[in-house]
Structure formats: structure tokens, C-alpha cells
């Protein structure tokens, strides 16, 4: 199902998710030590806060709202790649199905870090668990960091470079280099 | 977000400008939050400083 452009209030609500989460995450990160639990707590809170606002927005908002949660698809990755791979050059515009993969990894990880936080704060026998998933998230949000500057620098590389990459994977005796 | 990642996006238009903007959006959040929970750590530290004021270490 296509998804239409967000409007103003919509790239608003999901700016101001994006900023409280990743803000938040920081600020939760950094705290983790015995010195600064309540800050760790509060800033862990509001992540959960947002991931719930977020999860529950992405439930009710009708079908082909920009709202709507990630609909990851392995198919329109293969896809994507087989068409970037291919020097197809609107491959590298289009916005990648990569990105509804990460959303909802990100989604999971992140959601699943705060949710085991919150746990933890009644029951003492879970802190351990929300330590490591706490841990794990920080590659996971890296890795988004990274694809989102891989797939920025991707729009960026010069138009002949695809086709050059096209004709060196093209069997010898049809090679063309332009 | 649909299969190919419109929604969640958050991220949905990645122009340099939009990426700057998210980048200093997080990092002025972090700051706002990182007071609002310093200051929420301060509060509960004063009113556990009330219920039991911190022993001086000699005695009295």
C-alpha cells in the first residue's frame, strides 16, 4: 500500500517522537551508574512514554497514513537491491525499504529496553535483563546512524558511477565502460 | 509505515537539512531532558536528605 507525503503536523508529531527517543535514550544511556538512578529512571520513563505515544498512534491512524508502524518486507528489500545493483538510478532516491526494517528493529530494541527498565524498577530480579538489552541497543542505534548517512551518501554519488558499476559486473565480451 | 519504510520513519525526507535538523533536535532534547531529569534526581535527593539527613562521619 503507497503512503502518502506526511502533512506539516504529521512530520511534526514524528520529528518531536524521533528527538524525545533519541534524546531521552541519551540521557538514559549516560545515567545507567547508581549516582545518577533517578535521572537514569526519569529520562528511561520518558522513552517509554514516547515509544507507547508512538505505538499507539501507529495503531489507530488509518491505513496509508504516514503514521502507520513499519511494515518491514524482505521482498522489497531484494527488490531495492536487485534494482540498485542493477545502476538502477531512481534505486538510490527512492527511499530505501531498509529504513522500515531498522524503524521496527529499532522499535523493538529500544521499546523493549524501556518496558524491561520500567519492570525493573518493581522488580529488582529483571535489572539484570534490562542491563543487557540496554547494552545491546547502543550498536543497534549506531547501525541506524550509519545506514541513514550509507543511504544519504548513496542519492549523493555521481550518476555515471552506477553505470560504470553496471557495465564492469556485465560479462567481458558486452562490456561498454561510458 | 509501508513496506518501504515510509512511516516511521520519522526520517521521512533525508535532505542534508532535514538531517541536520534531527541531529540538533535530539542533542537540544537530550539537553532538555538531562535537566528535567537532574532536577527530578535533586528533588528526590532533598526529600531524602529531609527524611534522613547525611551522618557528618563523626559520631553525632
Known sequence: ?178 | MDSAGTATATTTERSPAMLKKMILHTLLTALVIGALAAAWQARADGAAGIVAPPTTGNGD
Not at chain 1, 502518502?4 to 541519551?26: C, D, N, Q, Y
Not at chain 1, 495503531?59 to 536487485?82: D, E, I, N, Q
Not at chain 1, 538510490?92 to 521499546?111: E, F, H, I, Q
Open chain 1, 1 to 178: 500500500m503507497s503512503v502518502r507525503k506526511p502533512s506539516a503536523a504529521e512530520m511534526t508529531a514524528l520529528l518531536a517522537f524521533h528527538a524525545t527517543v533519541s534524546g531521552a535514550f541519551i540521557v538514559a544511556y549516560l545515567t545507567g551508574d547508581e549516582d545518577s538512578y533517578g535521572m537514569h529512571v526519569f529520562a528511561g520513563y520518558a522513552v517509554l512514554a514516547a515509544i507507547l505515544l508512538r505505538v499507539g498512534a501507529g495503531l489507530l491512524v488509518p491505513a496509508g497514513s504516514p503514521l502507520r508502524l513499519p511494515r518491514p518486507s524482505a521482498g522489497a528489500v531484494a527488490g531495492w537491491l536487485r534494482r540498485l545493483f542493477a545502476g538502477d538510478a531512481k534505486a538510490r532516491t527512492d527511499r530505501s525499504p531498509l529504513t522500515a526494517w531498522m524503524a521496527a528493529v529499532l522499535l523493538a530494541g529500544v521499546g523493549l529496553a524501556a518496558a524491561t527498565g520500567a519492570v525493573a524498577d518493581f522488580l529488582v530480579t529483571v535489572e539484570h535483563l534490562h542491563k543487557e538489552i540496554g547494552e545491546a541497543s547502543l550498536p543497534l542505534i549506531l547501525a541506524h546512524i550509519a545506514l541513514v548517512f550509507a543511504l544519504h551518501g548513496l542519492k549523493r554519488l555521481p550518476p555515471g558511477l552506477a553505470s560504470r558499476w553496471t557495465a564492469w559486473r556485465s560479462p567481458p565480451a558486452n562490456r561498454m565502460i561510458p
